[in-house]
């Protein structure tokens, strides 16, 4: 099983650029999340889904967009990359509310 | 507004000894306090957890001890290890909202020196 897969692995944006980051599990897990983590703030929520069709804000929403249209796959969309997007995001699923979450292994973003 | 406080921000550990990390959390609905392990290049991965029922879950080298009148938790690695190093998160969950979201602490980098 390769789990949770996210790409790309590092990109470098420029301010007012757009993109998407892909995220796909193949363990058909119901939630999904972002995440981003910078150094010494820990991991912050950025939006998570509960399933196919249904999205949340989490604490950090503003500047981004999410979608689910199937099961495997949660994309996070940045709109007009600005330098505090500059982060490491990870994408977790997990299949019932337990606090179990699996991650990818992360997106390094730069913005310049 | 950060509700789980995490210490110390880095920790020099000699093998063989004990490393401890300690939690405080405010929202006294969380019911579920993971930990999670991360190694350079790499995501986090559960390492373990408890529930506020019990005071204390030991798995091998790893232990929990959670105190919920101070709502305070704590991760104790006995005989720590050069492969120990890493950063540990701990994180709390909200088990009434549904959705399995949890709330980080900021992070705790851990160096084992051989």
């Known amino acids: 099983n390769a789990g949770v897969t996210q790409t790309p692995k590092f990109r470098i944006l420029k301010i007012g650029q757009s993109m998407t980051l892909q995220c796909t599990q193949d363990m058909n897990h119901n939630y999904m999340y972002w995440y981003r983590q910078d150094p010494g703030m820990g991991l912050k929520l950025i939006y998570y889904?509960?399933?196919?069709?249904?999205?949340d804000k989490g604490e950090v929403p503003n500047g981004y967009n999410v979608s689910r249209s199937t099961t495997e796959d949660f994309p996070l969309r940045l709109e007009l990359a600005a330098p505090s997007q500059t982060s490491v995001y990870f994408c977790a699923s997990s299949l019932v509310r337990t606090g179990e979450l699996f991650f990818g292994e992360g997106s390094r973003l730069t913005v310049l | 507004q950060q509700q789980v406080k995490q210490s110390p921000q880095s920790l020099i550990v000699q093998k063989g000894g004990i490393s401890i990390i300690n939690c405080a959390y405010e929202n006294t609905a969380f019911d579920y306090f993971p930990w999670y392990q991360q190694f350079p290049g790499k995501g986090p991965a559960l390492l373990i957890a408890?529930?506020?029922?019990?005071s204390e879950k030991k798995e091998g080298r790893f232990t929990i001890s959670f105190n919920k009148s101070a709502k305070q938790f704590s991760l104790h690695i006995m005989d720590s290890q050069p492969g120990d190093s890493a950063t540990y998160f701990c994180?709390?969950?909200?088990?009434?909202?549904?959705?399995?979201?949890?709330?980080f602490g900021q992070g705790t980098t851990l160096q084992v020196k051989p």
């Open positions: 994180a709390a969950n909200q088990g009434s909202s549904n959705t399995g979201k949890l709330i």
């Open positions: 408890i529930r506020p029922d019990v």
């Open positions: 889904s509960v399933g196919a069709g249904i999205t």
